[in-house]
């Protein structure tokens, strides 16, 4: 059974950062490209960040140089580093795989950046 758990989001200010982690289970990690999505409320789910199988990162524009997309292969888990961060940053950030149809999802972890 897939599993994905988002962790630590949080309430942060105005350039400040914050590092969120994805455990994963119930598949074969290094065998899949991982991705970070965010989904502010009322929009659509957006691709903010992948990593593929060799460690190759991609970003979105709207995040690129802000933002730093890693794994650690013996843990399972993926990570954000999220610095400079904005307002409109605020989203739920969820992690998946992007090339994977169905692949269910976690509940997310709450972003809020407000001063």
């Known amino acids: 059974q897939v599993q994905l758990v988002e962790s630590g989001g949080g309430l942060v200010q105005p350039g400040g950062s914050l590092r969120l982690s994805c455990a994963t289970s119930?598949?074969?990690?290094?065998?899949?490209?991982m991705g970070w999505y965010r989904q502010v409320s009322g929009k659509q789910r957006e691709l903010v960040a992948s990593?593929?199988?060799?460690?190759?990162?991609e970003y979105a524009d709207s995040m690129k140089g802000r933002v730093t997309i890693s794994r650690d292969k013996s843990k399972a888990t993926i990570s954000l580093q999220m610095n400079d961060l904005r307002p409109e940053d605020t989203a739920v950030y969820y992690c998946?795989?992007?090339?994977?149809?169905?692949?269910?999802w976690g509940q997310g972890t709450q972003v809020t950046v407000s001063s």
């Open positions: 119930g598949f074969h990690f290094g065998f899949y490209t």
């Open positions: 990593i593929d199988i060799v460690d190759r990162a």
């Open positions: 998946n795989r992007p090339l994977v149809d169905d692949s269910p």
